[in-house]
């Protein structure tokens, strides 16, 4: 209907740049246009042209209000129907890179927001036509790396899993700061470990990063994710050092025997690419990385999701690669996110200072667990009850992570995100269980064919769902699709408390109807944010 009002402004006011879109507040109508306003004319002579150019049966009232123009859509088209999502992506290869582990370190709650925002732009792409691969970009080769394995070799044990390598790693790090001796080894070991020098520490190493990548892929699985490809920063080195070492003079500097990108020259910082001993460290091995990536899938979007604190790192990258290969540079968009803090709970950090993505888990877990144990539900199946605990925690954590926009700071509030009322992940599972619940109830019931004579906000809420889905996926903001399910599941609950659906065994079909519409918006959007859907709760 949106497109249908455009039309009719564009018809009425050629040649003005407009907007059309949903207010704020229900009793402003379903849609308003700015229409009057910027094209500087007298919103009631433009609201009647508009009235003779919609039909009553999809627009039933246009109200001016100052210099916009509100409209309230006619029953028959807030009836719920199904609703086709704009194919703004079809033809479109998108390289989708949502998740860069450090092997040799357990996953953290770091590469859990990426994971979860890369999930989640990944099926909004999908949805809207797009031929997405998904990659992961494990850095497994890196002076960290070397840390863990110097570790290894002094204990004399092979890694029995992955908690033992991050216990290398942390140990290696300190270690390395504290004895000069050490340091060399470990700067030794990097060195054989990046020219693939046979020995003791490269079959420690190989040892540990496939440890690594099983255990990468198991907790990926456990999260609700897959991958199409992986590009690893081993090969990727060798790849950036020799692009770098060829550019050396046209884009790159030699600066205290190391290789520089001068970046002061474009309003950016200097940074190091090839160290004086020869290594590519990370902004050559991402220029290596690009020249994989588009050298395989050539796509017409190659999406990295990283940290708002990589924006300058990145900027200085993307420079070098305009400069080496235009097209890596216009092709390619850096999604960053903000930074993560804990309220209402703590979570102990095992290595470093970042708590590992399965400690969160299971701290939310025994937060919903405490829930269920309340209410005594579950208390005859465990089995299921833990599965379901574990669905409603993915949900709660990913709903904090994707109610932000890019940029922004993140909050994860422990009561907030598991509680059943408001805004959470649980709240809207548990609005899809309801409408699910209501539907396994109407199955029994005889459908009698008459309408309710008033629209519901339910309804109104409702046909704007695949609006929603592509603005979200067009901006690449998936806390849109959020917001929207929270109203969603707000007026449903508004809904359900104030209607009787089923009196005496008989539901109305528009009734039936709109509970159907319901369940299967919030089943879609869920899955679109890549949010478990319980059975019960």
Same mark, same amino acid.
């Given at each position: ?233 081993? $090969? ?153 605990? $574990? ?85 690449? $903001? ?60």
């Amino acid at each position: 209907m949106r497109e249908k009002i455009e039309q009719a402004v564009k018809a009425a006011l050629p040649g003005v740049a407009f907007v059309v879109e949903r207010p704020r507040a229900l009793e402003h109508g379903d849609y308003s246009t700015n229409a009057a306003l910027v094209g500087k004319v007298d919103p009631n002579e433009l609201s009647s042209k508009l009235r003779s150019l919609l039909s009553s049966n999809e627009v039933e009232k246009i109200e001016v209000v100052g210099k916009f123009i509100n409209f309230f859509l006619s029953r028959e088209e807030l009836t719920p129907k199904e609703q086709k999502i704009p194919q703004l992506y079809a033809g479109k290869k998108i390289l989708l890179e949502k998740s860069a582990p450090n092997l040799f370190k357990p996953f953290h709650v770091g590469h859990l927001l990426n994971l979860s925002v890369g999930e989640s732009l990944s099926r909004l792409m999908r949805a809207l036509g797009g031929e997405v691969v998904d990659v992961a970009y494990p850095s497994d080769i890196s002076l960290g790396v070397a840390k863990a394995v110097w570790v290894g070799l002094k204990e004399g044990v092979e890694p029995s899993d992955v908690h033992t390598l991050g216990k290398w790693y942390v140990e290696g790090t300190k270690i390395y700061d504290e004895n000069e001796q050490a340091k060399a080894e470990i700067i030794k070991i990097n060195q054989q470990l990046n020219d693939e020098e046979a020995g003791p520490a490269l079959e420690l190493y190989k040892k540990g990063r496939e440890l690594n990548l099983a255990y990468f892929k198991d907790i990926t699985t456990r999260l609700g994710s897959a991958f199409s490809d992986y590009f690893f920063e081993s $090969e990727a080195g060798k790849i950036g050092k020799d692009i770098v070492q060829s550019h050396i003079g046209s884009v790159f500097e030699k600066s205290d025997g190391a290789v520089v990108f001068p970046g002061e020259k474009y309003g950016l910082h200097t940074r190091v690419f090839l160290t004086s001993l020869g290594l590519a460290i990370y902004e050559a091995k991402d220029i290596g990385l690009l020249k994989l990536k588009f050298d395989k899938y050539n796509p017409d979007l190659s999406l990295v999701i990283t940290d708002v604190e990589q924006k300058q790192y990145f900027e200085v990258v993307k420079k070098a690669a305009e400069l080496i290969e235009p097209r890596w540079a216009q092709h390619s968009t850096y999604w960053q996110h903000g930074r993560m803090r804990f309220v209402g709970g703590k979570i102990s950090s095992r290595y470093g200072n970042v708590p590992l993505a399965e400690d969160m888990i299971e701290a939310v877990k025994e937060r919903i667990r405490a829930k269920f144990g309340e209410s005594g539900k579950f208390a005859d199946d465990k089995e299921k009850g833990e599965r379901i605990t $574990e669905e409603v925690a993915l949900g709660a954590i990913k709903y904090s992570f994707l109610k932000s926009s890019s940029g922004h700071n993140i909050v994860f509030d422990f009561d907030q995100a598991v509680a059943f009322e408001g805004g959470s992940g649980p709240y809207l599972q548990y609005a899809l269980v309801r409408a699910r619940s209501l539907l396994k109830k109407a199955s029994g019931a005889t459908v009698a064919q008459f309408v309710t004579p008033q629209s519901s906000t339910l309804e109104r809420v409702l046909i704007h769902f695949s609006e929603v889905v592509a603005r979200a996926a067009g901006e690449m $903001e998936p806390h849109y699709v959020v917001t929207y399910l929270t109203e969603l599941s707000s007026a449903f609950n508004g809904w359900y408390a104030t209607e009787r659906a089923i009196v005496d065994g008989v539901i109305a079909g528009h009734t039936l109807s709109l509970i159907k519409a319901t369940e299967h918006t919030l089943a879609q959007g869920l899955a679109l944010l890549g949010i478990p859907t319980p059975e019960e709760m």
